[in-house]
């Protein structure tokens, strides 16, 4: 995955941060707006990981700090719900300038209420996600219950959110209590609605107030044990998982089928920090890792898993190929490989005397209404698959510096 760091102007034209997290190969199948939680920033664990998780499934998200939030310009003072929205309309003007309109509005917490709200003014939007929304904006509301005199009073407080201090005006919950969630019995975009049963913050009540309220097509999914932000790693990865998985199907964000002889059809391999890489392979995306033992986080096969793995995929997709030519009765094919480092002397067949060699096991297994001799014949055919003859091949790997 790539981050730029980019900024674009609110209504105020006041700049406001952003990082646009975009696919491996930079291409993608399609462009979506994550909308934060209240008082959170485009930081925060759950943003950062549901859209580096949507940018690996190929689409591009823009997270932005609202005005006065985290390193955007202007004061949360005099900032409010429909300030958010109108900071959401901006950032999809932006894409449509600079990159390319979103198709896909996700919000987390009231982030998942403002783009409810912004959705039906963004055209070129087709999906939305709301993640642990509340159905009514004005549910915050009981953040300030004990200030509510005091703003009434004085027109403002100083209010103590998540642990930091925000000074809230009079006009932010007026601007509440005017909104109302009418937006969704209208709203003409695909819906999925993620929430924990679990959520303290905003209940689960709220979910089925919005599943309600909007029309087909439209989808739940349940976030089982998640908290209300998403902390646990897991929990972010799932639901971005599940959000990219839902998305593609409106947003016909389908990858072109490759042609292999095209020259620009490559494997991208990229690692930031860490072991932890991202690949894109002919459109497809993979991870790859190293495990907890050796200071890998185990979020993905290692190389060697990769490489035995592709043993594994050319042999069976070998014995099928063979099997339909010949009409054999093949129903399934199994092969099961490890990989070990062993020394020469160790094998009787190896031409290599000293130090250790690579070694592949493979077992295969093979289901159909076959004689002993159809079974042998494929034992032998697993040997020609192309990636085991690559591997007993010279081969030549050229490297070079790139900017």
């Known amino acids: 995955m790539s981050t730029l760091r980019v900024r674009f102007a ?52 823009l997270r932005f700090d609202f005005t006065g939030i985290g390193a955007s310009e202007g004061e949360f003072a005099e900032s409010n719900f429909s300030s958010n929205v109108d ?3 901006k950032a999809a003007d932006f894409l449509a300038r ?17 783009v409810l709200q912004a959705a039906d003014s963004i055209a070129s939007v087709r999906a939305v996600i709301s993640i642990a929304a509340p159905s009514d904006p004005a549910h915050i509301l009981h953040h300030f219950a004990e200030h509510k005199t005091e703003i009434e009073r004085n027109g403002e407080a100083e209010v103590s959110l998540a642990g930091r ?13 005017r909104t109302r969630p009418e937006t969704l019995s209208r709203l003409k975009k695909a819906l999925l609605v993620m929430h924990s049963p679990l959520d303290e913050t905003v209940s689960i009540d709220h979910a089925a107030q919005i599943f309600k309220a909007a029309k087909h097509p439209k989808s739940f999914i349940s976030l089982d044990t998640a908290d209300h932000l998403l902390s646990n790693e897991p929990d972010a990865v799932y639901a971005g998982k599940m959000a990219a998985n839902w998305a593609c199907r409106f947003l016909d964000a389908v990858r072109e089928d490759p042609d292999t002889q095209h020259p620009e059809n490559r494997v991208i391999a990229k690692i930031n920090q ?21 200071g890998g986080t185990n979020s993905g096969p290692s190389p060697y898993d990769l490489l035995v793995a592709g043993v594994g995929a050319c042999t069976a997709m070998t014995l099928r190929m063979y099997a339909d030519h010949k009409k054999l009765p093949l129903e399934s094919v199994s092969v099961t490989l490890s990989h070990a480092k062993i ?23 093979v289901r159909g209404n076959l004689s002993a001799e159809e ?3 494929l ?17 030549n790997i050229v490297s070079r510096l790139v900017d």
């Open 10 to 61: 609110n209504a105020n034209n006041e700049q406001l941060a952003a990082q646009l997290d975009l696919p491996v190969d930079q291409k993608p199948l399609a462009y979506a707006i994550f909308a934060h939680c209240f008082t959170c920033t485009k930081n925060i664990k759950a943003a950062v990981r549901i859209s580096r998780t949507l940018a690996q499934e190929g689409i591009a998200v």
């Open 165 to 177: 201090p925000f000074k809230v005006k009079k006009q932010f919950l007026d601007d509440l209590q």
């Open 98 to 114: 600079e990159y390319q309109a979103p198709a896909l509005l996700v919000g987390h917490s009231l982030g998942g209420a403002a």
């Open 87 to 89: 900071d959401l309309l």
């Open 379 to 395: 034992l032998q055919i697993a040997d020609r698959c192309p990636v085991h003859k690559t591997l007993h091949s010279e081969v």
């Open 375 to 377: 079974k042998e014949r």
């Open 274 to 294: 860490g072991f932890r890489t991202e690949i894109i392979a002919n459109g497809h995306s993979l991870t790859a890792d190293e495990p907890i033992s050796v």
């Open 343 to 365: 020394h020469a002397s160790d094998c009787e067949e190896c031409e290599t005397e000293k130090g250790k060699i690579d070694r592949i096991e493979r077992e295969i297994s």
